[in-house]
T-cell receptor, first 116, second 118 residues
Framework: GESVGLHLPTLSVQEGDNSIINCAYSNSASDYFIWYKQESGKGPQFIIDIRSNMDKRQGQRVTVLLNKTVKHLSLQIAATQPGDSAVYFCAEIRGVSGGSNYKLTFGKGTLLTVNP | KAGVTQTPRYLIKTRGQQVTLSCSPISGHRSVSWYQQTPGQGLQFLFEYFSETQRNKGNFPGRFSGRQFSNSRSEMNVSTLELGDSALYLC?????????????????FGPGTRLTVL
C-alpha cells in the first residue's frame, strides 16, 4: 500500500548536536517531498523541499537527503537549538493516473526535543 | 501583514450536530486549503478553494464541505458529526493555486481550530 511514515516517533538530542529525522516512503513514483515543522499550538511551517530528481538540498542549518534506492528521506538539522523543538513531518506529492492529478500524503511526525 | 486566522480556536460539539469553521487568509491570497490533523492519521488534505472554486479535494465523505467567499475567506462545514471527527482543523493560504493541496514555501498555515466531538 501507499504510505509515508516516520522511523521514530520521538527524538531527544542535546543542544548543539546534529539531529537526523527520517521518513520512509513506499511509492517509487513520488515526485516531490517536503519537510514541515510544527510547534505546539501552531500550524505547520515549511522547512525545505526536494524534487525526486535530486539527492540532496541544503537550506539554512538544514539538509534534506533523498535516497531513491531505499525510498528514504531524511532531514538533518545542524547545531540543534532549543527553538528547534517541535514535531517534524514529511509530505509526499506524486502524480496519479498519468495525468495532471496529484496525490498528497503526509507522514505522522517525529517529536524532536532539544535538551539544553 | 496579518497571518492566517481561524475561528473559533476551540469548539466542543456533540454527535449528530453540525459545525462551521472559518478561515481568513493572508491579505491578497486567493487560495485556501483545509486539512484535518489527528494523532492516529496525521495530517490529511480536505480540499482547496481558489477564487471561490474548489480545485482539489481529498478523500473525505460528503459530510465535509466548504466554500469560499469573494473576499477569499473560507468556511468549512461538517454535518452529522461523529466522534472520529475530533481533530485539529488547519487551513492554509497561498497566493497561487496549490498542487494537490500544497504550495510549499508560499503557503502559510493558521493555528487551527481544535474540534472535540462528545
Amino acid at each position: 500500500g501507499e504510505s509515508v511514515g516516520l522511523h521514530l516517533p520521538t527524538l531527544s538530542v542535546q543542544e548543539g548536536d546534529n539531529s537526523i529525522i527520517n521518513c520512509a516512503y513506499s511509492n517509487s513514483a513520488s515526485d516531490y517531498f517536503i519537510w514541515y515543522k510544527q510547534e505546539s499550538g501552531k500550524g505547520p511551517q515549511f522547512i525545505i523541499d526536494i524534487r525526486s530528481n535530486m539527492d540532496k538540498r541544503q537550506g539554512q542549518r538544514v539538509t534534506v537527503l533523498l535516497n531513491k534506492t531505499v525510498k528514504h528521506l531524511s532531514l538533518q538539522i545542524a547545531a540543534t537549538q532549543p527553538g528547534d523543538s517541535a514535531v517534524y513531518f514529511c509530505a509526499e506529492i506524486r502524480g496519479v493516473s498519468g495525468g495532471s492529478n496529484y496525490k498528497l500524503t503526509f507522514g505522522k511526525g517525529t517529536l524532536l526535543t532539544v535538551n539544553p | 501583514k496579518a497571518g492566517v486566522t481561524q475561528t473559533p480556536r476551540y469548539l466542543i460539539k456533540t454527535r449528530g450536530q453540525q459545525v462551521t469553521l472559518s478561515c481568513s487568509p493572508i491579505s491578497g491570497h486567493r487560495s485556501v486549503s483545509w486539512y484535518q490533523q489527528t494523532p492516529g492519521q496525521g495530517l490529511q488534505f480536505l480540499f482547496e478553494y481558489f477564487s471561490e472554486t474548489q480545485r482539489n479535494k481529498g478523500n473525505f465523505p460528503g459530510r465535509f464541505s466548504g466554500r469560499q467567499f469573494s473576499n477569499s475567506r473560507s468556511e468549512m462545514n461538517v454535518s452529522t458529526l461523529e466522534l472520529g471527527d475530533s481533530a485539529l482543523y488547519l487551513c492554509a493560504s497561498s497566493s497561487k493555486p496549490t498542487i494537490a493541496g500544497l504550495n510549499t514555501d508560499t503557503q502559510y498555515f493558521g493555528p487551527g481550530t481544535r474540534l472535540t466531538v462528545l
